[in-house]
């Protein structure tokens, strides 16, 4: 009778597990936002980051007259003659919005809907990253000047393009200025040499904000002027340098003289190549690695020390935390991966983008060729062989334990998580890791219908999966991603479909803190910011 008993209440359990694991989670709530119709005559139509605000340039007539308005989240501003080519502009938190306006035969530059002072002209406007500040070009007359803030600088026949550029850290300024036929780099309102040409990149200022560095030219020699210390002369100057270290505190550049090119790190000229590739820093600073080329043989040069000519070299990678390097090395028809100075073992080729490090720098993987087919090497260990590994794979985890791939098996591709290949499809992509390492999730296709796998369990069969789709929350909870329904789009949040769209902005859905998840949709002509509290 016990005995009986004991099933009776194994079964009972079993039953309760189940009627427990098949009940479906409580619907999701959600706010629809109302951000006005859809305006007719839209110009031009500018996202703010993290897909927060949408924007648009609407055009009017009135009266035989054609006027040009910014409409923020449903609200008008203020009507005006003309949009600045270069407007409007967000700041970089979303929370502030830029543009140049003319209104008859002036221009003003409205920021979040107040004009500033009139020009005759204005251009490129641009915030500090940490958005509290604005810079711009402007024309008064015939002349040019950078106002910062609503101050406006000095008269120059012309401001470089793609200047006035703030530093990382937002306090200061600058940007190139051009009087006469000579060129000036403007530092915080303080002029510097002149120079007959000079170029910058994205910025010339070093990361830690402390330091400025750019190319100058003195006829048809070239140089590197440091906080306004000019470099020594050379025929030229690789177009991707100069480089700074992380701390600011070092810069690297490839130059040539005469046939000869050599890589200058802190002033320092080093050997003499035929050839040399962008200089590096490794992300503390203490080291700088790059290619060289001596004849017909290639070597790596890895803090100052030649490495082994080789027929071939790849590009040296550092790992996060700097302390390790590596690079793949051809001899004859084989390769192997250098890591560490220490050689591995020979393949027939390296694939992908070279080797990946992961985020604590402790682990490394790369792809390699084995006659015809291909293998991810993980730590030393190699994988099994695949007929195709896909372009951007691998991908480590963010705490570094766990590594995947998608790999091909004939016609068909698997992802391969820890080493494990799971289910083939037609294909499959988009592989993430949520930040504990814990979950995984991917896009797989099969046929014309797309499906997203969390950890392991397809969900429903849709028509496409949208662009950065899946995405994890931060806490690693929850899991969303946009779909094609047909002409339609949706976006389902832990496998619940939310309201269909004639379209999602690009960039949604976006977690943010505090468990709020959001994106901004097309429906029925009206355009909504929909949030979720999770």
Same mark, same amino acid.
């Given at each position: 009778?016990?005995?009986?008993?004991?099933?009776?209440?194994?079964?009972?359990?079993?039953?309760?597990?189940?009627?427990?694991?098949?009940?479906?989670?409580?619907?999701?709530?959600?706010?629809?936002?109302?951000?006005?119709?859809?305006?007719?005559?839209?110009?031009?139509?500018?996202?703010?980051?993290?897909?927060?605000?949408?924007?648009?340039?609407?055009?009017?007539?009135?009266?035989?007259?054609?006027?040009?308005?910014?409409?923020?989240?449903?609200? /008008? !501003?203020? %009507?005006? =003659?003309? $949009? +600045? @080519? #270069?407007? *409007?502009?967000?700041?970089? &938190?979303?929370?502030?919005?830029?543009?140049?306006?003319?209104?008859?035969?002036?221009?003003?530059?409205?920021?979040?809907?107040?004009?500033?002072?009139?020009?005759?002209?204005?251009?490129?406007?641009?915030?500090?990253?940490?958005?509290?500040?604005?810079?711009?070009?402007?024309?008064?007359?015939?002349?040019?000047?950078?106002?910062?803030?609503?101050? /406006? !600088?000095? %008269?120059? =026949?012309? $401001? +470089? @393009? #793609?200047? *006035?550029?703030?530093?990382? &850290?937002?306090?200061?300024?600058?940007?190139?200025?051009?009087?006469?036929?000579?060129?000036?780099?403007?530092?915080?309102?303080?002029?510097?040499?002149?120079?007959?040409?000079?170029?910058?990149?994205?910025?010339?200022?070093?990361?830690?904000?402390?330091?400025?560095?750019?190319?100058?030219?003195?006829?048809?020699?070239?140089?590197?002027?440091?906080?306004?210390?000019?470099?020594?002369?050379?025929?030229?100057?690789?177009?991707?340098?100069?480089?700074?270290?992380?701390?600011?505190?070092?810069?690297?550049?490839?130059?040539?003289?005469?046939?000869?090119?050599?890589?200058?790190?802190?002033?320092?000229?080093?050997?003499?190549?035929?050839?040399?590739?962008?200089?590096?820093?490794?992300?503390?600073?203490?080291?700088?690695?790059?290619?060289?080329?001596?004849?017909?043989?290639?070597?790596?040069?890895?803090?100052?020390?030649?490495?082994?000519?080789?027929?071939?070299?790849?590009?040296?990678?550092?790992?996060?935390?700097?302390?390790?390097?590596?690079?793949?090395?051809?001899?004859?028809?084989?390769?192997?991966?250098?890591?560490?100075?220490?050689?591995?073992?020979?393949?027939?080729?390296?694939?992908?983008?070279?080797?990946?490090?992961?985020?604590?720098?402790?682990?490394?993987?790369?792809?390699?060729?084995?006659?015809?087919?291909?293998?991810?090497?993980?730590?030393?260990?190699?994988?099994?062989?695949?007929?195709?590994?896909?372009?951007?794979?691998?991908?480590?985890?963010?705490?570094?334990?766990?590594?995947?791939?998608?790999?091909?098996?004939?016609?068909?591709?698997?992802?391969?998580?820890?080493?494990?290949?799971?289910?083939?499809?037609?294909?499959?992509?988009?592989?993430?890791?949520?930040?504990?390492?814990?979950?995984?999730?991917?896009?797989?296709?099969?046929?014309?219908?797309?499906?997203?796998?969390?950890?392991?369990?397809?969900?429903?069969?849709?028509?496409?999966?949208?662009?950065?789709?899946?995405?994890?929350?931060?806490?690693?909870?929850?899991?969303?991603?946009?779909?094609?329904?047909?002409?339609?789009?949706?976006?389902?949040?832990?496998?619940?479909?939310?309201?269909?769209?004639?379209?999602?902005?690009?960039?949604?859905?976006?977690?943010?803190?505090?468990?709020?998840?959001?994106?901004?949709?097309?429906?029925?002509?009206?355009?909504?910011?929909?949030?979720?509290?999770?």
């Amino acid at each position: 009778m016990r005995l009986k008993t004991t099933i009776i209440v194994f079964c009972l359990e079993a039953l309760s597990m189940t009627t427990f694991a098949q009940t479906p989670p409580p619907p999701l709530r959600f706010q629809k936002e109302s951000l006005g119709e859809m305006p007719p005559d839209v110009v031009k139509t500018v996202i703010g980051p993290n897909s927060s605000h949408v924007l648009f340039v609407v055009q009017r007539r009135l009266h035989q007259q054609v006027k040009q308005l910014v409409m923020v989240d449903g609200r /008008p !501003g203020p %009507e005006h =003659d003309g $949009i +600045g @080519e #270069g407007g *409007p502009v967000f700041s970089p &938190d979303g929370k502030h919005v830029a543009y140049g306006a003319k209104n008859g035969a002036r221009w003003v530059l409205v920021v979040d809907g107040q004009p500033g002072p009139e020009y005759d002209g204005n251009a490129k406007v641009v915030f500090s990253p940490d958005s509290r500040r604005v810079a711009y070009c402007a024309l008064t007359r015939s002349e040019m000047i950078v106002v910062v803030d609503g101050a /406006p !600088g000095p %008269e120059y =026949d012309g $401001i +470089g @393009e #793609g200047t *006035p550029l703030f530093s990382p &850290d937002s306090k200061r300024v600058a940007y190139a200025a051009k009087r006469g036929d000579k060129w000036t780099f403007v530092v915080d309102g303080q002029p510097g040499t002149e120079y007959d040409r000079i170029g910058w990149g994205a910025s010339i200022f070093s990361p830690d904000s402390k330091h400025v560095v750019y190319i100058a030219w003195r006829g048809a020699k070239q140089l590197i002027v440091v906080d306004g210390q000019p470099g020594p002369y050379y025929d030229e100057i690789a177009a991707h340098s100069p480089n700074s270290s992380s701390d600011g505190k070092r810069v690297a550049y490839a130059a040539r003289k005469g046939d000869k090119w050599m890589t200058v790190v802190d002033g320092r000229p080093g050997p003499a190549y035929d050839a040399v590739g962008n200089p590096i820093f490794s992300p503390d600073g203490m080291c700088v690695a790059y290619a060289a080329v001596v004849g017909t043989k290639q070597l790596a040069v890895l803090d100052g020390q030649a490495e082994p000519l080789c027929d071939g070299v790849s590009e040296p990678v550092f790992s996060p935390d700097g302390k390790r390097v590596a690079y793949g090395a051809m001899n004859g028809s084989k390769w192997v991966m250098v890591v560490d100075r220490q050689r591995g073992p020979e393949h027939d080729g390296i694939g992908g983008g070279g080797p990946v490090f992961s985020p604590d720098g402790r682990r490394m993987a790369y792809i390699a060729v084995k006659g015809n087919k291909m293998i991810v090497v993980v730590d030393g260990q190699q994988g099994l062989a695949y007929d195709g590994i896909a372009d951007g794979d691998p991908v480590f985890s963010l705490d570094s334990k766990r590594i995947g791939y998608a790999a091909k098996k004939d016609v068909r591709w698997t992802m391969v998580v820890d080493g494990l290949p799971g289910p083939e499809y037609d294909e499959v992509n988009n592989l993430v890791f949520d930040p504990d390492g814990r979950r995984v999730a991917y896009c797989a296709k099969n046929g014309s219908k797309w499906v997203v796998i969390v950890d392991g369990r397809p969900g429903q069969p849709y028509d496409g999966i949208g662009e950065g789709s899946p995405v994890f929350s931060p806490d690693g909870r929850h899991v969303a991603y946009l779909a094609w329904k047909g002409e339609r789009m949706v976006v389902l949040v832990d496998g619940q479909a939310g309201p269909e769209c004639d379209r999602v902005v690009k960039g949604g859905p976006t977690f943010h803190t505090a468990g709020i998840l959001e994106y901004l949709a097309l429906i029925n002509g009206n355009n909504y910011r929909i949030k979720y509290a999770l």
